[in-house]
């Protein structure tokens, strides 16, 4: 096992150097954190000016849980680097890749056109605890699509390196408790078992399925329970007020996951085992989706539990602005 576990670090560990040396200009990246000066060094030339402070998506980020776009000092007193400034941050991944998505450059995906692109949307998860006590934490959904029509919001969960690795799944007492969900989601029951089942499994990246049960519950959620819209809309106030009175219960809500890979056999060791300790990501996941209510799947789960990010850029590029297809495939050794 700890051979196992060496030969993974190992592994990482040499994939975060090519992605260094790959990218373009990393003078201030060293080898010992690969972190740069700013969020916008990590970012396509076009990208820039919208993630800075007064841009566009500057707000989204820095109002969002993920300490992204700022340095922080964390509750123990621990200064720490803005997670958008490492060059494997998971925001910027997804930033990169979809900035551009507007009316004037709008994003055809699996035959639908979305012309709005948001970042960091908050979600409520959970209406109270087990002893009937307001939670008032949300999940953050790293990016939300909604369509021209605004009949459609697809809600993508993204991955960059952190799958590859093992995190056990810890659920706080509340989520193993129906009467904790919104009383409309008929779902609760289901994602009450499914936080029990999954609650302290360990041996594979487990911590992507618990956000993964958080998610579904949340989009779920805005379909199903009135004071959960309501919230929603009263706490995302960069999403335009004429896209949220479209957002209702008839709207066609898809969640998936977005994975990095740099290659297909990135995972395969030569005696055809993983560098999972157990299974990759992606075969939890699909274990994860045959245990989900059948409803869940045929509503939310539309284009399946995860999408690679080299099929996306393959599936997109002819859409993008000029350069930014060589750019990503480079910056992220995609092909």
Request: net charge neutral; hydrophobic share 35%; with cysteine.
């Amino acid at each position: 096992m700890r051979s196992l576990k060496i030969q993974k670090s190992t592994a990482i560990t040499e994939l975060k150097k090519s992605l260094k040396s790959a990218f373009f200009n990393l003078e201030s990246a060293t080898e010992k954190d690969f972190y740069l000066s700013s969020p916008a060094e990590n970012v396509f030339c076009g990208a820039r000016e919208a993630i800075q402070f007064g841009g566009k998506y500057y707000k989204m980020f820095v109002v969002g849980d993920g300490n992204e776009i700022l340095d922080y000092t964390d509750e123990r007193g621990r200064f720490h680097l803005a997670h958008a400034k490492s060059i494997y941050s998971s925001s910027m991944l997804a930033y990169n890749f979809f900035h551009w998505v507007s009316a004037a450059h709008p994003l055809h995906y699996k035959g639908i056109t979305y012309d709005k692109v948001y970042f960091e949307v908050k979600m409520k998860v959970l209406e109270k605890n087990q002893k009937g006590q307001t939670i008032h934490k949300a999940a953050n959904m790293d990016v939300v699509f909604i369509s021209t029509d605004g009949k459609t919001m697809l809600c993508i969960e993204s991955k960059f390196l952190e799958h590859l690795q093992n995190a056990a799944s810890f659920f706080p007492k509340p989520y193993c408790y129906p009467e904790s969900y919104y009383e409309s989601n008929p779902f609760r029951l289901d994602f009450a078992r499914l936080a029990s089942l999954y609650n302290f499994r360990g041996q594979g990246y487990y911590s992507g399925i618990q956000q993964n049960i958080r998610h579904l519950v949340a989009i779920s959620n805005l379909k199903y329970d009135a004071n959960a819209l309501a919230w929603f809309k009263s706490h995302n106030p960069y999403v335009e007020s004429d896209i949220l009175d479209k957002i209702n219960a008839d709207t066609q809500f898809i969640f998936t996951n977005f994975l990095y890979y740099p290659h297909e056999d990135f995972n395969s060791r030569s005696d055809g085992k993983t560098l999972s300790d157990s299974q990759t990501y992606t075969d939890l996941l699909m274990n994860f989706e045959s245990d989900l209510p059948d409803e869940v799947k045929n509503t939310l789960l539309t284009i399946g539990i995860y999408q690679r990010y080299a099929d996306v850029l393959s599936a997109v590029k002819e859409q993008m602005p000029d350069g930014l297809y060589y750019y990503l495939s480079k910056r992220y050794l995609l092909k």
